[in-house]
């Protein structure tokens, strides 16, 4: 979770379709950051883990897809 901002500044000068793939990822990893829960019944952590969680499974969707195309 390191590390969003340099992500960030890498990509914040393209303006392609790659670049706003990689922004919008970013911009899911933030919201999943901010997100506290509502204790007891909705602990924060486990709502981190899960968001994490579905970020990655959708990583590793567009990784074993070969990436964005490139154009």
Do not use: W
Not at 41 to 63: E, F, M, N, T
């Amino acid at each position: 979770m390191r590390g969003v901002r340099t992500v960030e500044r890498a990509v914040e000068e393209r303006t392609d379709p790659e670049a706003e793939v990689i922004r919008g990822y970013c911009v899911a990893v933030r919201g999943a950051l901010s997100d506290g829960g509502h204790p007891p019944l909705d602990p924060g952590g486990l709502h981190l883990q899960q968001r994490l969680a579905a970020i990655a499974a959708s990583l590793d969707q567009v990784a074993k897809k070969g990436g964005c195309p490139r154009r």
